[in-house]
């Protein structure tokens, strides 16, 4: 079965970090593209970030460019997702999603496969 696994979420202050985790097993991890999205209390689900099998990443919120980084490690079938100066709004439960054909997208039906979020609270 495929499944994917978000963690390292929790409770900061502003200005402090975190480095998500998306872990994945079921299927041939180094063919697939993983997308970062978020969804913040009374709001939708968008897309944050996404990295190709090759490493290659795209970011898809102006307001996290220059704070977040993301990252894979396909010999431990994990990406991560670095994120610096933290702020409030940031505050959402954070997700990780896979797709197959190794495609990259901020909308969430392109992704077949999704794991469950992992909560990130940042306080003022």
């Known amino acids: 079965d495929v499944q994917l696994q978000a963690s390292g979420g929790g409770l900061v202050q502003t200005g402090g970090s975190l480095r998500l985790s998306c872990a994945a097993s079921g299927f041939s991890f180094d063919d697939y593209a993983i997308g970062w999205f978020r969804q913040a209390p009374g709001k939708g689900r968008e897309g944050i970030s996404c990295i190709y099998s090759s490493g290659s990443s795209l970011y898809y919120l102006d307001s996290v460019k220059g704070r977040f980084t993301v990252s894979r490690d396909n010999a431990k079938n994990t990406v991560h997702l670095e994120m610096n100066s933290l702020k409030p709004e940031d505050t959402a439960v954070y997700y990780c999603?896979?797709?197959?054909?190794?495609?990259?997208?901020?909308?969430?039906?392109?992704?077949?496969?999704w794991g469950r979020g992992t909560q990130v609270t940042v306080s003022s």
């Open positions: 999603a896979a797709n197959p054909g190794n495609v990259c997208s901020s909308v969430r039906s392109v992704y077949d496969y």
